[in-house]
């Protein structure tokens, strides 16, 4: 009896252990991203890492358009794409352009990213997100654009405001409570975050998996752990609307 009362006592305090290790862990892999983004400005004259640059005819609801005047550097390709990035991170790949990074680079609760390695690596783009809030280009009345990508002095207060976070993965729901896996949000990569809304399949890119918080990283460069309370916005949703701040860049 004693003995199992002492069991009942340990295993959540390990299980919390575990999960704080790994919450270390992925806190670590987003500090990284914002590292290499910082070195990322240096290199291109306080250009911050572009969300997607290159272009890709008209489809999926976009309205019909022409290639833009400069050359168009297609198809379309994103920052996790990026050979910089790569290289900020101090990491050997086979081919940048294919998007897939070693499994250290992973955050260890994620599920799709392990799910959908192969030969070349695993895929980062489903373990975090960028915030793609307000980019130039995303309302589909501006149709596909060649670049999009924010200057380091355009950004409001970058200490407040969230490039990068958990993005989504198996089992989550927008807020992440939800028990069952969520059949949308199961096989939606999360090219953007931002809590950002779109019908009839895009509530959130922020996965809440560890203890409903996430770990996020900021414009000026540093990263930490927040809770679900603190970041989830949602339109319909009056309660989170002082959060939609942090995920605006210009905005004050």
């Known amino acids: 009896g ?12 390990l299980g919390r252990a575990r999960e704080q ?9 987003v500090r990284t991203l914002c590292q290499a983004n910082t070195l990322y400005q240096t290199q291109f004259k306080g250009w911050n890492l572009p969300g997607y640059w290159g272009w890709t005819q008209a489809s999926g609801g976009w309205p019909p358009s022409t290639p833009p005047t400069p050359a168009a550097d297609g198809p379309r390709k994103y920052w996790f794409q990026s050979w910089a990035l790569s290289q900020g991170l101090n990491v050997k790949l086979r081919d940048p352009e294919l998007g897939r990074y070693p499994v250290g680079m992973m955050c260890p609760n994620n599920t799709l990213s392990f799910e959908r390695a192969n030969a070349d690596g695993y895929t980062i783009h489903n373990s975090y997100s960028m915030n793609y809030t307000d980019f130039p280009g995303t309302p ?14 355009e950004i409001i207060s970058p200490s407040e405001k969230i490039q990068f976070a958990d993005g ?12 069952k896996p969520n059949s949308t949000l199961r096989y939606f990569d999360a090219y953007f975050g931002g809590e950002k809304h779109e019908a009839p399949d895009k509530g959130g890119a922020v996965a809440y998996r560890h203890l409903k918080g996430a770990c996020v990283g900021y414009f000026d460069g540093h990263a930490g752990y927040a ?3 603190y970041l989830v916005y949602d339109p319909a949703d009056a309660g989170t609307t002082g959060n939609y701040r942090q995920w605006k860049p210009k905005m004050r």
Request: glycine share 8%.
């Open 140 to 153: 589909a009345s501006k149709g596909p654009t060649y670049w999009n990508a924010w200057r380091l002095n």
């Open 168 to 179: 989504t993965s198996e089992g989550l729901s927008v807020y992440g409570v939800n028990p």
């Open 227 to 229: 809770q679900m309370t």
């Open 2 to 13: 004693i003995i199992a009362l002492l069991i009942s006592i340990l295993l959540p305090a």
């Open 21 to 29: 290790g790994r919450q270390t862990l992925c806190l670590s892999n």
